[in-house]
Antibody, heavy 120, light 104 residues
Framework: EVQLVQSGGGLVRPGGSLRLSCAASEFSLTDHYIDWARQAPGKGLEWVGRSRNKDNSYSTEYAATLIGRFTMSRDESKNSVFLQMNGLRTDDTAVYYC???????????WGEGTTVIVSP | QMTQSPSSLSASVGDRVTITCRASQGINSWLAWYQHKPGKAPMSLIYAAFNLQSGVPSRFSGTGFGTDFTLTITGLQPEDSATYYCQQYHTFPLSFGGGTKVEI
């Protein structure tokens, strides 16, 4: 079954770091763009960023407020995408989702989400 | 920026429900709709404004172009209770609407 398996969430202090993982099952991530989105408690969905596919050099885009703190990367050997989050703030508390794009355009598969709690 | 309305609605099984989404600038047909239930991953319903994702029931439909879009559920079912989001993927940063909570 085609799916995205997420891990890496947890509790972290303000100013700390966390790396989220998004592993692909039954397909190769090298062919696909991956988006990240998040949902803070009681809030709506918020777009976090995009990692393009290998043909596009794994180039990235980020939400303006996250530039400099969040970085996406890939490991082909693990068929995984990572979201490195540094300088975490309490308002980064959210469920984080990764999602696969078809044809580099629209999402067709979502990961199950991983919870990040930033608290003193 | 994407503006959704209403923010919530209550309807009965079998009703026809319409959710609207307005973009602050033209986005052609680069719009998707998602269904999100608490504790679950979002589910993709529609892409490119009106194309149904594989496996999505035909009671869901989308229309629109440019700045004004709609999601319609014809024949509401109990399992349709969820929050629905539109998202533009025309221009970075991508953006979601604020969501519409549908209660049965």
């Amino acid at each position: 079954e085609v799916q995205l398996v997420q891990s890496g969430g947890g509790l972290v202090r303000p100013g700390g770091s966390l790396r989220l993982s998004c592993a692909a099952s039954e397909f190769s991530l090298t062919d696909h763009y991956i988006d990240w989105a998040r949902q803070a408690p009681g809030k709506g969905l918020e777009w976090v960023g995009r990692s393009r596919n290998k043909d596009n050099s794994y180039s990235t885009e980020y939400a303006a407020t996250l530039i400099g703190r969040f970085t996406m990367s890939r490991d082909e050997s693990k068929n995984s995408v990572f979201l490195q989050m540094n300088g975490l703030r309490t308002d980064d508390t959210a469920v984080y989702y990764c999602a696969r794009l078809l044809f580099g355009e629209y999402v067709d598969v979502w990961g199950e989400g991983t919870t990040v709690i930033v608290s003193p | 920026q994407m503006t959704q309305s209403p923010s919530s609605l209550s309807a009965s099984v079998g009703d026809r429900v319409t959710i609207t989404c307005r973009a602050s600038q033209g986005i052609n047909s680069w719009l998707a709709w998602y269904q999100h239930k608490p504790g679950k991953a979002p589910m993709s319903l529609i892409y490119a404004a009106f194309n149904l994702q594989s496996g999505v029931p035909s009671r869901f439909s989308g229309t629109g172009f440019g700045t004004d879009f709609t999601l319609t559920i014809t024949g509401l079912q109990p399992e349709d209770s969820a929050t629905y989001y539109c998202q533009q993927y025309h221009t970075f940063p991508l953006s979601f609407g604020g969501g519409t909570k549908v209660e049965i």
